[in-house]
């Protein structure tokens, strides 16, 4: 009998690994990318690349940008990993590779490397996991991957992403290159570049309040510190 992992199984994995509590403003964040790369991974098709890394550790390090203590985001990363039975290590090594290369290339060539367009001897094995993706070959289309292919394309060339037009063009390259879903390859990224504003606000705002919680403490502490004590008000009668 072949026993498929639960959410639940996955969800204790993760906390067995990660005992301290994680911040609000990032709790969410952690419970939705466990879940989703919980359902991606017990699927039938579902095969490891080292886009998918990518997708997985930007997504990660993006939305929890300033977490604190450093230390603890590490611990968390790791638990996220280990809790779907994988290694966090081989993550970090296939993503860094990634972004190692993109570095080397401007947008155009990226893009066109990632179509199948054009080749480099020293990724030949990683352009063999787009190859066997474009024939089907077990895969499972995932948002995460997606987010791993779009995070190349902005490593290699900031403006190019930047743009909606130009933007909107490449994914629709790389969806017809690699026969992904056009419109959910799309959306995917819209949803993505959205909820990353939307969290560097929630990340600024809380960041304001605590500026000002603590102005205000200063301001009380200044103010105790102006005070007369009775010690030196019956000094001052006395004179």
């Not at 906390?15 to 403003?25: G, V």
């Not at 939705?32 to 890394?53: G, K, R, T």
């Not at 550790?57 to 809790?83: C, H, W």
């Amino acid at each position: 009998m072949n026993n498929i992992r639960t959410v639940s199984d996955t969800k204790k994995a993760f906390y067995n690994s990660h005992t301290r509590p994680i911040n609000s403003i990032y709790n969410r964040v952690v419970e939705e990318l466990l879940v989703e790369m919980h359902l991606i991974s017990v699927n039938a098709n579902y095969s490891y690349n080292p886009f998918y890394a990518l997708g997985i550790v930007t997504a990660f390090d993006r939305f929890m940008e300033g977490y604190s203590p450093e230390q603890d985001k590490i611990s968390i990363f790791n638990a996220l990993i280990q809790a779907q039975e994988e290694e966090p290590d081989k993550y970090r090594a296939d993503a860094k590779g990634l972004e190692d290369l993109a570095r080397q290339m401007s947008g155009k060539d990226m893009l066109s490397w990632i179509c199948l367009s054009t080749d480099r001897d020293d990724a030949q094995h990683l352009q063999d996991n787009l190859r066997a993706i474009s024939d089907h070959y077990k895969f499972k289309y995932n948002r995460l991957f997606v987010i791993g292919l779009f995070t190349l394309l902005e490593i290699a060339d900031t403006e190019l992403v930047k743009e909606e037009q130009q933007r909107t063009e490449a994914i629709k390259e790389i969806s017809q290159a690699l026969n992904l879903p056009e419109e959910k390859s799309l959306k995917d990224i819209e949803i993505y570049r959205s909820n990353l504003e939307r969290i560097i606000q929630a990340r600024s705002a809380m960041e304001d309040t605590l500026m000002a919680a603590r102005k205000k403490r200063e301001k009380r502490s200044l103010e105790k510190g102006n005070i007369p004590t009775s010690t030196s008000k019956t000094s001052n009668n006395s004179n």
